[in-house]
């Protein structure tokens, strides 16, 4: 799915639910609504990720920034887990 499509879905959906909501049946706009949000919340991909463990050392917002931009497509738990890896000496 393309960025402007996972952009597009829920806002359509929404602008649907409305109508249907107002003009026709409340329970199935929503249902829209519902399907609206969720669509919203899951289609996307994660930008944070899920970090595997705590990092052994305080991590520097700028490290983290410029190893995702050094790894294009990584999270920032991803960035978090290798900055923040074994305190460098």
């Known amino acids: 799915m393309t ?10 959906l929404t602008a ?3 109508v249907v909501f107002f003009t026709a049946d409340r ?10 949000l969720a669509s ?4 996307g991909n994660s930008i944070l ?3 595997s463990r705590r990092p ?3 991590v520097d917002p700028a490290e983290v920034r410029a190893y995702r931009q050094a790894h294009p497509g990584s999270t920032i738990g991803d ?3 290798a900055v923040g890896g074994p305190a460098r000496r």
């Open 3 to 12: 960025n402007w499509l996972r952009a597009l879905a829920p806002l359509a």
């Open 16 to 18: 649907i639910a409305l």
């Open 27 to 36: 329970t199935v706009g929503m249902l829209l609504i519902v399907a609206a």
């Open 40 to 43: 919203a919340f899951l289609a």
């Open 49 to 51: 990720g899920r970090p």
């Open 56 to 58: 052994e050392r305080d």
């Open 79 to 81: 960035a978090v887990s």
